[in-house]
């Protein structure tokens, strides 16, 4: 069973959203668990990362702020993204943002924003259903040097890869229905924006099985 270590960068401790968000800690490791993998989900907002080794890849989870604020737990975190530039590794909305900065690249606030189920195509990935669930506001504009575009819509990069197994897109392909619902209530959408957010969470399942065989 691979061993992963998730780092949530979900919802700082001063955020009054924490109270209520969904926790990653008790969302994520089913679905990494019913794909053969064990989640171990450190909360990189109360204490640093960790050392990777020992586990055969990193996930980097999506918050609720931006890329380029600069509280000292997101400064650390983009510090150990720009310094562990080898190991395995997924990054997720936030953190396929957060790495882009690390490593170079630029972000700032999408043409739109996405909140829903939204078509892509993401070439190479089995099963993959050509939708995703998007939850975002910012994007990566200029993608580091050593990037490989990967996949684009009309909001931008969706998805950017550094290396067999060192990927990251925009959209969410751990959400399980907690995730979207506390955002489209925040944001006032119902619940015809999750219409279609069981083939979406196939396609991210899809992917998230790509990724581990890829390790």
Excluded: K
């Excluded at 061993?3 to 924490?18: E, H, K, M, N, T």
């Excluded at 000292?72 to 720009?82: F, N, T, Y």
């Excluded at 998805?159 to 990251?168: F, I, K, S």
């Amino acid at each position: 069973m691979r061993r992963i270590l998730y780092l949530s960068q979900l919802v700082g401790p001063a955020d009054p959203r924490r109270a209520d968000a969904p926790s990653e800690a008790h969302t994520v490791p089913p679905v990494l668990a019913a794909l053969g993998a064990h989640a171990l989900v450190h909360d990189v907002t109360l204490e640093p990362a960790p050392d990777p080794d020992g586990y055969d890849g990193v996930i980097v989870g999506g918050s609720f702020g931006s890329a380029n604020d600069r509280e000292p737990w997101r400064v650390a975190l983009e510090g150990w993204l720009a310094t562990h530039r080898a190991v395995p590794l997924l990054g997720i909305c936030g953190g396929h943002q957060l790495l882009a900065r690390a490593l170079g690249g630029v972000v700032d606030v999408a043409p739109r924003p996405q909140y829903g189920v939204y078509p892509l195509d993401l070439p190479g990935v089995p099963g993959f259903p050509g939708v995703v669930l998007q939850l975002h506001t910012e994007r990566v504009a200029v993608p580091p040097a050593d990037a490989e575009l990967w996949a684009a819509d009309e909001a931008g990069i969706q998805a950017l890869r550094y290396g067999a197994a060192r990927w990251t897109v925009q959209f969410h392909p751990e959400a399980d229905e907690a995730l979207p619902r506390y955002v489209g209530r925040s944001r006032g959408l119902d619940d015809t924006t999750w219409s279609d957010l069981g083939t979406a969470q196939a396609g991210g399942r899809a992917l998230l099985t790509a990724w581990l065989a890829a390790l």
